[in-house]
């Protein structure tokens, strides 16, 4: 099977990196490698790639330095490796905007299965229609530009499916899995995913992300978006 997207690999380890690399190319990608972090921004700049498949623990540049510096660049998808199971390492990929994470060891096809459904949603996000508005906020799917109050919004590719989403649908309760399957395409993961999503997206469009107005959290049930903000109640956190 031919296909024309391109994945860069970045890892130290030369030996995950060739088994990526040959799932990866046999699942028919084209892979372009690098060893550290100065040589991903190097490839970079001589072709982007669709998608990173990056790992957390590299000498000198980490992985969350080269993620940061990726997405100053544009905006591209990233699966972050972690060779721990560390939570605050996994939220705190997602929260600099990782897509994904898989943590070693892992299985190289479950990677692959992980890249073709991050590139799939990245491909159907595209959306079509008319614009997005309420609340001083205006979102143009077709454009894949938001604004509030006329200001851009710099938003990841899941923060502006995630507000899409939310603009969709006003006033309804949506919990974690529901946005994990609608927004993500995924019928199961680690739900912090959308927890810290949620608050990367209220970072950027509450006046006072401590006391959201706008997405409010339903406890025990998940998220809902008023398209009127009211006060503000109290927040003890993200749990749902």
């Not at 905006?75 to 994470?101: C, K």
């Amino acid at each position: 099977m031919q296909n024309s997207q391109s994945i860069l690999v970045v890892d130290d380890d030369p030996t995950v990196a060739e088994v990526v690399t040959g799932y990866l190319e046999r699942a028919g990608f084209a892979v372009h490698r690098a060893g550290d972090g100065p040589g991903a921004l190097r490839a970079t700049d001589l072709r982007w790639p669709d998608l990173v498949v990056l790992d957390l623990m590299l000498p000198g540049m980490d992985g969350l330095e080269v993620c940061r510096a990726l997405r100053s660049r544009g905006p591209v998808p990233v699966i972050m490796l972690t060779a721990r199971g560390d939570e605050d390492d996994r939220i705190l990929g997602l929260e600099i905007g990782a897509d994904d994470y898989v943590t070693k060891p892992f299985s190289p096809r479950e990677l692959v299965l992980r890249v073709e459904s991050v590139l799939r949603r990245s491909s159907s996000a595209q959306p079509s229609g008319a614009v997005l508005s309420a609340a001083g906020l205006e979102l143009d799917p077709a454009a894949r530009r938001a604004t509030k109050d006329g200001h851009d919004l710099a938003l990841t590719l899941r923060e502006f499916d995630l507000l899409a989403h939310f603009l969709r649908h006003p006033g309804q309760v949506c919990d974690r899995e529901r946005l994990m399957r609608e927004v993500w395409g995924w019928e199961f993961g680690d739900l912090s995913t959308v927890t810290v999503h949620v608050r990367r997206l209220r970072g950027k469009i509450e006046d006072d992300p401590a006391r959201p107005r706008l997405i409010h959290t339903v406890w025990g049930a998940g998220y809902r978006f008023d398209p009127v903000p009211g006060p503000a109640p109290h927040q003890e956190g993200d749990e749902v």
